[in-house]
């Protein structure tokens, strides 16, 4: 009756000094949505800005939606 998980795995690599906070997974099948807050690339803004990304094979690989 229990769920099982997969270990944690990277979906993102990069070298932005930006910081991203996770908002949300959402799993509609295989389709698998994340959605996350970042930093705006501008020093002098201190707004944050939400995107997603989608996943079409329940998390394997990731690309814009």
Do not use: C, H
Request: without cysteine.
């Amino acid at each position: 009756g229990g769920k099982t998980f997969e270990l944690a795995r990277e979906i993102g690599t990069g070298n932005s000094p930006d910081r991203l906070r996770m908002g949300a997974l959402v799993a509609l099948g295989k389709r698998v949505l994340l959605f996350f807050t970042a930093d705006t690339p501008d020093p002098s803004n201190s707004q944050r800005s939400w995107y997603v990304m989608a996943s079409e094979d329940a998390g394997s690989t990731w690309a814009a939606p």
